[in-house]
Structure formats: structure tokens, C-alpha cells
């Protein structure tokens, strides 16, 4: 139960992030001017009416009103594609990566000779 929940607020918080949410007001608008005008004249008709904007619901009104004013804050070149054509991302040059020889030798055995065992190690007699 958790699980779900926590994935429907990040798409719901993501959706309000990019501004989306007002995008879902606006379908969910024009499916109740749908519906509304289907009980009183035939689908394609209603359809029609539905999207050639003459009469757009309330709504209709707010999510544009929400959408005009989102775009109204963004910066002037960050307004849907404004004044930047492509990025274009250049570094000055890239640094020669030298890998060197380690000064040291690795050990041999005659560093090691002090580390060697030279008597048995002691083992306790096999128990019966």
C-alpha cells in the first residue's frame, strides 16, 4: 500500500513540476462539455462543439488562464524553444593522461626470508 502511494505523488508532483497539470484540467473540461453536450445533441455534433472553442467552459478558462500565466514567469529565452536553436557544449582541450611506472620494486623472497617459519607449528595430539 505504501509503495503505490508514494509512486502516485511523485507523478503527481512531477505532473505539477512541469506545469502538466493544467494540461489535465483542460481534458477534464472538455470531457464534461462532452458529456454535457451529448445529452442534448448527437456525438459527432457535440464533439464538434466541444473543440471549435466558441464557447469554452469555465474550466476551459482557468486552465488557459494558468498556462498564459506560467509562461508569462519563464525567462524570455526559455519560453518554448525562444532564441536558443541548439547547446552547444566545447572544452578547451582534453589532458594528456600519463600513467608511469611505480618507483618500487615488488618484494622478493629475500625480504620475506625474516617473515618464514623454520620450526613446526605445534599441533595437539589427536584425541581418542
Not at 462539455?33 to 462543439?49: T, W
Not at 611506472?101 to 618484494?107: G, V
Request: proline share 7%; with cysteine; glycine share 6%.
Amino acid at each position: 500500500m505504501r509503495r503505490p502511494l508514494a509512486i502516485f505523488s511523485l507523478g503527481l508532483a512531477w505532473l505539477c513540476a512541469n506545469g502538466a497539470l493544467w494540461n489535465v484540467v483542460q481534458v477534464v473540461g472538455w470531457a464534461k462539455m462532452f458529456h454535457d453536450y451529448a445529452q442534448v445533441m448527437p456525438a459527432s455534433q457535440a464533439l464538434a462543439v466541444t473543440f471549435d472553442g466558441s464557447a469554452a467552459c469555465d474550466l476551459c478558462h482557468v486552465s488557459q488562464t494558468a498556462q498564459d500565466a506560467a509562461r508569462e514567469q519563464l525567462p524570455r529565452d526559455a519560453a518554448l524553444g525562444g532564441g536558443m536553436d541548439k547547446l552547444l557544449l566545447l572544452a578547451d582541450s582534453v589532458p594528456i593522461l600519463v600513467v608511469a611506472a611505480p618507483d618500487f620494486a615488488w618484494p622478493s623472497v629475500i625480504h620475506n626470508i625474516g617473515l618464514t617459519r623454520t620450526e613446526l607449528v605445534p599441533v595437539t595430539p589427536p584425541r581418542v
